[in-house]
């Protein structure tokens, strides 16, 4: 692929994310936190196995959709859920928290990445990388009850 169809890719999964958010906040309204949580973290870790061995550009834009789709149900769901959490005199704290650890996970995520693909090829680290996010819904699952 050229540089112009992986940043359409990006493109693509970027819109995904930006249209969908909104609706991902009401279904989490509608629905719950929880359920909403554990899709869109199955909605993430599902594509991304399989990205790597898609080589048409259209499997490649309905896989980044899907993976769109999944940030868009869980970003709003977290933050919704932490301020339920929190006491209101600590919004403004819960809020700066929950961005922070989301900025250490855009920094950290490309270098755990790089990491993986030193040590094994592309299929198997991104097969990590959905097993780790697998795991986190797994613990989320069964660590957080009530809120479906």
């Known amino acids: 692929m050229n540089p112009a169809q992986i940043g359409g890719i990006f493109s693509i999964q970027v819109a995904a994310t930006l249209l969908a958010q909104p609706i991902g906040g009401y279904l989490s309204d509608r629905l719950g936190r929880r359920p909403v949580i554990l899709t869109g973290l199955a909605l993430v870790g599902i594509p991304l196995p399989l990205m790597v061995t898609a080589h048409a550009l259209p499997v490649l834009a309905l896989l980044s959709v899907v993976l ?40 950290l995520g490309p270098i755990f990445a790089g990491l993986l693909l030193g040590v094994f090829n592309y299929v198997t680290s991104f097969g990590i990388l959905a097993g780790m996010l697998i795991g986190v819904a797994v613990v989320f699952g069964t660590a957080v009850r009530g809120l479906d």
């Open 68 to 107: 769109g789709l999944g940030e868009a149900a869980v970003m709003p769901s977290v933050i919704a859920l932490g301020t339920e959490l929190s006491d209101a005199e600590n919004y403004g704290s819960t809020l700066g928290m929950l961005d922070a650890m989301d900025n250490v996970g855009k920094a």
